[in-house]
């Protein structure tokens, strides 16, 4: 078992990944700009107060801890600063990036090409330029995130409210659930400076997913009006591999399986209905 784990930043992925990260790591904290109010589920001993702007509470994470980085890392002069501080460069370091970094405008061809980690870069954005600042300067593996859904984050809903309509775009996307075991496989076997993409490995089209819904949930969509990007197809094969080593796979390849899930256990938990 390995000895301790601290988790920047306490959001979605980090409550899914925290039960999975309890089994290999003697010790799990997690931290929050508000542990009483954001952090109620885990115990005191786990809770840290951080926040990247106060320089004070920096040195509030333990000393020779994996770290797994889960919120935009910017401002890059304050990221620079901190991990010269907490010497981020002698820990494994896992930072969640966004797969925003590949620009998805740069091809006219449709469908779009197959993107690996060997493409272009958008080294403008600034929570890019820092990734790679924590990658090349301080030996970070970077997980390039498509979008993620699990309980409590639908796409269904998505559909439901308005917020995604039926386009040609293509859209990638990752459960929590396969997130949270390949940070713990990158944690565990990712070569210091690596890039990974992070995906099911199934690129879809949002005509493709809302006629589904549709046809399965009876939720009619909206048809976007707009001229949208192409978008990307992700390959995932590198991170396949990642898994391979940890033995470990991707549980939820089919989307339309995992929705189906989600929506059972919505059911289940609002109970019968009066």
Known sequence: MHPSLTILGSGYTAKALLPLAERRYAHVYATSRTPERHL???SPEQRIRFDLTRPDTWTSIPT???VLWCFPAVPIDLVQRFAD???????RLVILGSTSAYNDGSSSAYPPPWIDESAT???TIPRVKSEE???TAYGGVVLRVAGIY???RDPIEWIRTGRVSASRKYVNLIHVEDLGATCLAALTHADSGGVYN???????TWNEICETVERRWNIRSSVSDESRPNGKRLSNNKMCELLDLDRAGLRHTDLFEALEAIQKNTLNEAGPSR
Do not use: W
């Open 40 to 42: 109620s589920h885990l």
């Open 64 to 66: 020779a801890t994996d």
């Open 85 to 91: 501080t907490i010497s981020l460069g002698v820990r």
């Open 121 to 123: 870069i958008d080294l």
């Open 133 to 135: 600042l924590l990658r």
């Open 150 to 152: 699990g309980p409590g």
């Open 198 to 204: 992070v995906s099911d490995g199934q690129p879809r």
